[in-house]
């Protein structure tokens, strides 16, 4: 079935510095795909999305670049702050008409000042 | 602009006792979704509806009922709580090849 895999571990780095994480994905026809970011204590917020391959979604200084070639979809942020600090989850749409998404496993982002 | 609500944000059970968890959005959506989320599971989905009336089982149904009878509404039931089911629970609603928008969720223990 589709699914989504997010590099594993949680990531610690210092603000202003350049942050990546891995994601790639398993699926049947060309599904949308999407970055969800959770602050502490709240919900999933969308964080940016793309629907076709060579999309680049982009938000808030994030970018990822849809990949159809290697079925990846990294996340990436020239220059992180402490505000940035929060669980960050890859997710695809599962085409079978009901919107449903398939979640990676999300990765703790931790911004040291 | 309350978008998706979920009620209660906190409760604590006994093993055994039941309790019904609501969702609410105020969007128009057609589409709403239950999940819960564990340490190092991400996000796993229970059960989903595409439109008032209906209901369907996602990845993990076991222990859980919906219901959905206003459009506005999505209910999750547990009917004899049991300690796996500690968790924390999101709602999250959409229309039809939209992003789904969650609510700020339900943080659930069973003792």
């Known amino acids: 079935g589709d699914s989504v895999t997010q590099m594993e571990g949680p990531v610690t780095l210092s603000e202003e510095a350049f942050l990546t994480i891995n994601c790639t994905y398993t699926a049947t026809g060309y599904p949308s795909l999407f970055w969800y970011v959770q602050y502490p204590g709240e919900g999933l917020q969308l964080l940016l999305k793309?629907?076709?391959?060579?999309d680049k979604g982009s938000n808030k200084g994030f970018e990822a670049t849809y990949r159809k070639e290697t079925t990846s979809f990294h996340l990436e942020k020239g220059s992180v702050q402490v505000s940035d600090s929060a669980v960050y989850f890859c997710?695809?749409?599962?085409?079978?008409?009901?919107?449903?998404?398939?979640f990676g496993k999300g990765n703790q982002v931790v911004v040291i000042p | 602009n309350a978008g998706v609500t979920q009620t209660p944000k906190f409760r604590v059970l006994k093993t055994g006792q039941s309790m019904t968890l609501l969702c609410a959005q105020d969007m128009n959506h057609e589409y709403m979704y239950w999940y819960r989320q564990d340490p190092g599971m991400g996000l796993r989905l229970i059960h989903y509806?595409?439109?008032?009336?209906?209901?369907a089982k996602g990845e993990v149904p076991d222990g859980y009922n919906v219901s959905r009878l206003k459009k506005q509404n999505f209910l999750l039931g547990l009917e004899s709580a049991a300690p796996s089911q500690t968790s924390v629970y999101f709602c999250?609603?959409?229309?039809?090849?939209?992003?789904?928008?969650f609510g700020d969720g339900t943080r659930l223990s069973i003792l």
């Open positions: 793309a629907t076709k391959a060579d």
């Open positions: 997710a695809l749409s599962v085409l079978d008409g009901n919107n449903r998404l398939a």
């Open positions: 999250a609603s959409s229309m039809a090849n939209q992003p789904q928008h």
């Open positions: 509806s595409v439109g008032e009336g209906t209901t």
